[in-house]
């Protein structure tokens, strides 16, 4: 059983920065792979980054450049720092892992991008 608590969302005006944290309970040295993905109502959920246990990162090209995707193994956190946010960013951001074939989501963090 895996556990992921996103935190760090808010209201944030265009051009403002915000970093996400996810909190996973036990070890995520055993997540090869740890991804942040978001979700706007009546969309698909969009992975927007990844990142491996060898700290390798692959972004959403709507992000690139903006975001930066980053881990902590030794405590257990992934985190997404995004800056340059735009209204089109606003979405409710989730984190998620693949353990023994179990997809694993938080609850989600509200980010809206607005003035």
């Known amino acids: 059983q895996v556990q992921l608590v996103e935190s760090g969302g808010g209201l944030v005006q265009p051009g403002g920065s915000l970093r996400l944290s996810c909190a996973a309970s036990?070890?995520?040295?055993?997540?090869?792979?740890m991804r942040w993905y978001r979700q706007t109502p009546g969309k698909q959920r969009e992975l927007v980054a990844v990142?491996?246990?060898?700290?390798?990162?692959s972004y959403a090209d709507s992000v690139k450049g903006r975001f930066s995707i980053s881990r902590d193994n030794i405590k257990n956190m992934v985190y997404l720092q995004m800056n340059s946010l735009k209204p089109e960013d606003t979405a409710v951001y989730y984190c998620?892992?693949?353990?023994?074939?179990?997809?694993?989501w938080g609850q989600g963090t509200q980010v809206t991008v607005s003035s």
């Open positions: 998620n892992v693949v353990y023994v074939g179990v997809n694993y």
């Open positions: 036990g070890s995520i040295f055993r997540f090869n792979l």
């Open positions: 990142i491996s246990n060898g700290g390798t990162t």
